[in-house]
């Protein structure tokens, strides 16, 4: 058993190892490319857009959205194949978010390769992503083996996601910009829930369902437990980011200090903190240092506060509330124990 599985995770792990190669091929057929009409552009538009997304895409990732998708089809006794526009049209939304961040985050690395952005520049990598988007949209409205219903309430929904998921970045962003502090944890916890709950797993969940042709109850339930599920997978992705494996993370440990990101973490501690430790912790988020004993030190100040530990406990309880849903509706045993195995695999993962 690897260090990133325990028994409680072993079935989800298992579970996208089992579909990533299913998914793969699906992918690896997505991208678009210039059409022969182009004639003398279409070399350049290979080069300047289609090869560059298909490239991205093939870059890897744990697949774990577009798996959901899948899992979502077969929660509700269909099958896996009906689902897999579906997970090429919520991984090529991925693919959109992760070039568009990079550049709103300056980063450098994605994947253990330069950022778009970085190898082929800001314009091309911008242009690329805008693409991701439309191939998104597209993947569904191209799936003829689904009835036309179907799609277009697929499409409502990844319509839907994309928007919520704007409005999680907009705060994200727009809170470092303008340096506010007078963020609440229940304003992080909105944030969040819009920036990462619904793509990351309510969503594609609830369109795998939905292409299986399932209940009301069915999809509301998934729908319920993708949100807590979602939310929690984001807090373990800021305890990870703050004090999981260095050596694992490389350059983007601790990077949400240096970003000056209002995490659940931050937000805590600046509001459980006698008043010159908050002003410390509030200056080295925002002085974007990289220095290893300035970054510790913040880390040092959030355990003092108990920051650490409530969004740990946080994580857990929405992993547990993320279950309880699952008894609201009826759904096959070997999907309800990967559905279970997920919420624990989200708050249990060390990378």
Known sequence: MSDTQTPNTAAFVSYLAEKRPLIESRLAGACPHAAAADGTCADDLERYLYRPLERFCASGGKRTRPALCLLGAEAVGGSAESALSAAVAVETFQSAALIHDDIADEGELRRGVPCLHVSDGIGIATNVGDLALVVSTQAIRDDEALDAGVRLRLIDELIGMERRTLEGQALDLGWVRDGRWDIT?????????????????????VMGAICAGASEGQIEALRSFGMAAGLAFQLQDDLLNLVGDAEAQGKDFRSDITEGKRTMAAVWAVGHLPEKSADELVELF????????????????????????RVRERARELADEAKGHLASADFSPSARRTLTSMADFFVERLG
């Open 286 to 309: 925002s002085a974007k240092t990289t220095d290893a004993a300035s970054l510790a030190r913040a880390v040092e100040l959030m355990e003092e506060s108990g920051a650490i530990e």
């Open 185 to 205: 944890v229940d304003d992080y916890l909105y944030m969040a829930s819009h920036k990462t709950a619904y793509y990351s797993a309510a969503v594609p969940l």
